[in-house]
């Protein structure tokens, strides 16, 4: 919180000194306070600005226990006030948008660059890898990919990758020392990302089995549609509707299910080929970030 803090008190400072110049502010959350700041800025100077939502703040907190729910509730109101100030709102995903349905959202993406994330050669045929790619967190519920990997043991052609850090990386690297087919990688610099993500088969994207957490918009959701990933979620929402209508992914809530769906890929080799297909059509249809760029551009000069 406090480099938070931190980090809004010199964003302030920086619109003060350039309060006499012509800019046009985009505001993303998070970090949570820039909107505010954007908000104060605009009744100093009648300046405009944009907000662009990346997380549902402060209705994520609300979903979580303890003291984050009650920081969720203080923030709220303030939030809500300088969203409803901001002239024009993106939400990067239906889900967030739908957190605050009395207020109107322009639709996108956190997107994908697909000349930069795309498959690096053939995935071998075995090991079937499945692959995660990203934060070690306590809502990123990695210990659900350890159940899933302790059920699948007997299957000695499948393996599960782990590349990334976070405040569970310890806890996880012990819970899963038992389990021979799991290992866990280092993070790794984002364009040496796709030559991992070529060596798997499926991609995973997990969250604690809070409904908010649901509406996220990760990027590895869209990094590895487009390296040509099968995606396999363990929550619902928006992006498990769009695997299921592109036929490209699958969402199972349970480690039994989750691990049914993984062994109908490692059977089913040209269902597999041909999820992955879709999967990298998507990503070059629908979240390329240049294309996203442009009509977030025209909606500014609009």
């Not at 964003?11 to 800019?23: D, E, G, N």
């Not at 819970?175 to 799991?182: F, G, I, M, T, Y």
Request: glycine fraction near 6%; aromatic fraction near 14%.
């Amino acid at each position: 919180m406090f480099h938070l803090l931190r980090f809004t008190l010199w964003s302030a400072y920086i619109l003060w000194r350039l309060r006499r110049r012509k800019i046009y502010l985009i505001a993303t959350v998070p970090p949570p306070f820039l909107p505010i700041v954007a908000t104060l800025h605009k009744k100093l100077t009648g300046k405009p600005f944009a907000v662009e939502l990346y997380d549902g703040w402060p209705a994520l907190l609300l979903g979580l226990p303890g003291k984050a729910r009650f920081i969720g509730y203080l923030l709220m109101p303030i939030m809500r006030w300088s969203y409803r100030e901001a002239h024009i709102r993106v939400a990067l995903s239906p889900g967030i948008a739908s957190l605050f349905p009395e207020l109107s959202f322009h639709l996108s993406y956190n997107g994908t660059r697909p000349e930069v994330f795309r498959r690096r050669g053939t995935a071998p045929f075995l090991p079937f890898r499945i692959i995660y790619a990203g934060t070690l967190g306590w809502v990123n519920h990695l210990r659900f990919l350890l159940q899933v990997a302790h059920l699948l043991q007997e299957w000695a052609g499948i393996e599960f990758w782990i590349i990334g850090e976070g405040s569970e990386s310890a806890l996880l690297r012990q819970a899963a020392h038992s389990l021979k087919r799991v290992h866990f990688f280092h993070p790794v610099p984002v364009e040496e990302v796709p030559y991992w993500l070529s060596q798997a088969h499926i991609g995973v994207s997990l969250t604690r089995p809070i409904p908010v957490l649901a509406t996220n918009s990760a990027n590895k959701f869209y990094d590895y549609l487009a390296c040509g990933l099968v995606v396999g979620l363990n929550y619902g929402s928006w992006q498990a509707e769009v695997l299921e209508q592109e036929g490209c992914g699958f969402s199972a809530a349970t480690p039994e299910d989750f691990a049914k769906n993984i062994l109908k890929y490692y059977w089913g080799r040209e269902e597999w080929m041909r999820a992955s297909a879709r999967a990298r059509l998507l990503a070059e249809r629908k979240y390329d970030r240049r294309h996203l760029a442009q009509a977030f551009l025209h909606l500014l000069y609009s």
